[in-house]
């Protein structure tokens, strides 16, 4: 049972349709003032635009889609940054049924060397506070702080 890591193709979106809510569940426990719960984050049409337009990898393992990584290619140019280009890894999930068997790892891995393909200088991402799992699986992965956002609720 080999895990596949690849693009994502059109007859995926229903599968990461179905992982989304997975990851709206983990964001609405933590934050659902924000996240209300039963939603997510793209619907089926922006999900196959997004698989047309936008880096989007999916981890498989016999014909199953177990997990995706959606990605933002973004570029500074000029201005008060150097220019680069950076590779924003905006969602991750791997379902909960295969968490725990280095999925998420090996997604991450194909990030960061679809990253390197494209000519990047970094890869990065947020984690929403109290998303303890999150933030301590990238930490592990070397994934450095780079700026704090901060809010205050009116």
């Known amino acids: 049972m080999e895990l596949n890591i690849r693009r994502a193709e059109q007859r995926d979106a229903e599968a990461i349709g ?28 922006q999900i196959r635009e997004l698989i047309a337009n936008t880096p989007v990898l999916v ?3 016999e014909d199953e889609v177990l997990g ?7 570029e500074a140019k000029g201005g008060r940054m150097a220019e680069h280009k950076t590779l924003y890894l905006d969602d991750l999930c791997v379902a909960g049924k295969a968490r725990k068997q280095g999925i998420g ?22 984690v929403w506070e109290g ?9 592990g992965l070397g994934m450095k702080p780079l700026k704090t956002y901060l809010e205050k609720v009116l």
């Open 105 to 126: 790892h090996a997604l991450f891995a194909g990030v960061e060397a679809l990253a390197r393909a494209l000519g990047c200088y970094d890869f990065t991402l947020n």
């Open 59 to 61: 981890a498989e393992r």
């Open 131 to 139: 998303n303890d799992a999150a933030r301590a699986f990238y930490d």
């Open 68 to 74: 995706y990584a959606v990605c933002i290619l973004e």
């Open 18 to 45: 179905r992982l989304l809510f997975e990851v709206h569940a983990v964001h609405s426990a933590i934050r659902p003032d924000l996240f209300p719960a039963g939603k997510r984050k793209y619907d089926e049409p």
